[in-house]
Nanobody
Framework: QVQLVESGGDLVQPGGSLRLSCAAS????????VGWYRQAPGKERELVAS???????NYADSVKGRFTISRDNAENTVYLQMHSLKPDGPAVYFC???????????????WGQGTLVTVSS
């Protein structure tokens, strides 16, 4: 199995920046796509950014031009760099990965436990 652990969430002022990290317990080199989702209180979880084939990115319209998703396969880590954060209030950011650990292994749909980001003055 694989566990994902997010970190980097914090209270930040509007206009500020944060970098979220998602560390996998083992290699997720073969996992594709990877992505970040967020969920605000009382709202559904929504896609923020995804990365497939290590080069194809997809961003929510609300974060385009401000957020960047990347991965470091050597470190088994997925990142979300966030700039120009808006005062949207609190949201939990979740890391997600889809893939299999071996050719004969079943597909895994893996989620982290989330990290809280609050953008507020």
């Amino acid at each position: 199995q694989v566990q994902l652990v997010e970190s980097g969430g914090d209270l930040v002022q509007p206009g500020g920046s944060l970098r979220l990290s998602c560390a996998a317990s083992r290699s997720i080199r073969s996992f594709d796509p990877v992505g970040w989702y967020r969920q605000a209180p009382g709202k559904e979880r929504e896609l923020v950014a995804s990365l497939s084939n290590n080069v194809i990115t997809n961003y929510a319209d609300s974060v385009k031009g401000r957020f960047t998703i990347s991965r470091d396969n050597a470190e088994n880590t997925v990142y979300l760099q966030m700039h120009s954060l808006k005062p949207d209030g609190p949201a939990v950011y979740f890391c997600h990965a889809w893939g299999r650990l071996c050719i004969e292994c079943p597909n895994l749909d893996v989620w982290g436990q989330g990290t809280l980001v609050t953008v507020s003055s």
